[in-house]
C-alpha cells in the first residue's frame, strides 16, 4: 500500500519516489503497513473522467488547515482543525490571464475562486484535496498546487492539479 501526498508535504528522501514539481507536484511513498479503513478514513474516490463534475461555474469543495489570517502581508493564523470552504471553477482563461506560467493546460488544471472573488485556500494548505459530488458520492477531483500566500493576492485563484489526468501514474 501508498501513500499520495504533496511533494510540499514531504521531505526528499531516500527510498522515496518523489516527482518533480513541475511534473505532478506529489510523491508516492511506501507505507510499510496497510491503513485500517474505518468510518472516518477511507480511500478516495478518483474518476478517470471528471468533466461531468468539474464543470465551468460548479460548485466544488475545499479542505486545509492552512492559513486564515493575515498580518503585515504574511500569513499569521492557521487552524488546528480541518476546515472547508465551497469554490466555484472559474473560466479557465481567467486563471491563464491572472497565472499564465502556471496555468497551461485545462486538462491538468483546475481554477477555483472562492465566494465572491475571494480565495479559498492559504499558505500551508498545498496537496488538500478539492472535491465534488458526482451522483453517487463525493470524489477527489484535484490536489491544490497554488493558493494566496500573501494579502496583496487574495483575489487570485487557486490551482488544483487534476487528479483524473494522472490516473495512470497512481
Not at 24 to 53: C, E, M, N, Y
Request: aromatic share 6%; glycine share 10%; charged share 20%.
Amino acid at each position: 500500500m501508498s501513500l499520495l501526498l504533496s511533494k510540499d508535504v514531504v521531505a526528499e528522501r531516500s527510498g522515496y519516489k518523489l516527482f518533480s514539481a513541475r511534473e505532478t507536484s506529489r510523491g508516492l511513498i511506501p507505507l510499510s503497513s496497510p491503513v485500517d479503513f474505518t468510518a472516518t478514513a477511507q480511500p478516495a474516490k478518483i474518476l478517470r473522467d471528471d468533466s461531468r463534475v468539474v464543470v465551468k461555474h460548479g460548485q466544488v469543495i475545499f479542505m486545509g488547515f492552512g492559513s486564515t489570517a493575515f498580518h503585515d502581508n504574511k500569513p499569521n493564523a492557521f487552524s488546528d482543525n480541518l476546515l472547508e470552504t465551497g469554490v466555484v471553477v472559474a473560466k479557465f482563461d481567467y486563471c491563464q490571464r491572472t497565472l499564465p506560467k502556471i496555468a497551461t493546460d485545462n486538462d491538468k488544471i483546475v481554477c477555483t475562486v472562492g465566494p465572491h472573488g475571494t480565495h479559498g485556500a492559504g499558505a500551508g494548505e498545498s496537496g488538500g484535496p478539492l472535491v465534488a459530488q458526482d451522483g453517487k458520492g463525493v470524489v477527489q477531483v484535484g490536489m491544490l498546487i497554488g493558493a494566496t500566500n500573501s494579502d496583496e493576492k487574495l483575489r487570485w485563484p487557486e490551482l488544483f492539479r487534476r487528479i483524473p489526468s494522472h490516473v495512470l501514474l497512481l
